[in-house]
């Protein structure tokens, strides 16, 4: 088993920033891909960011390409999101997850954190 929390929500402005941790524990944190996902009220849970075991791979959703970069410190086992420029359109529980294989853009991850709250302000 993986446990995955999450932490770094809030309240912010627009064009602001924040950094989303996700802590993992349980298993090597450095044997999973890690992967972040959104979900707005009424709205399907959809892909934003994964990356690899390593760190050397990642890949983003085209809607926040640019503004937001996923990164992890396998010593502290870690995945971050750093948020920036942030819209009100990215209001949403953000959840991490993490997969034992290459990373996905679907939610084929096998562990998932509860989730926390995003809300961009206008």
């Known amino acids: 088993q993986v446990q995955l929390v999450e932490s770094g929500g809030g309240l912010v402005q627009t064009g602001g920033s924040l950094r989303l941790s996700c802590a993992a524990s349980g298993r090597t944190f450095s044997n999973y891909a890690m992967g972040w996902f959104r979900q707005a009220p009424g709205k399907e849970r959809e892909f934003v960011a994964a990356?690899?075991?390593?760190?050397?791979?990642?890949d983003y959703a085209d809607s926040v390409k640019g503004r937001f970069t996923i990164s992890r410190d396998n010593a502290k086992n870690t995945a971050y999101l750093q948020m920036n420029s942030l819209k009100p359109e990215d209001t949403a529980a953000y959840y991490c997850a993490a997969r034992a294989g290459p990373y996905s853009l679907l939610r084929l991850y096998d562990y998932w954190g509860q989730g926390t709250q995003v809300t961009v302000s206008s």
């Open positions: 990356i690899s075991q390593s760190g050397g791979s990642t």
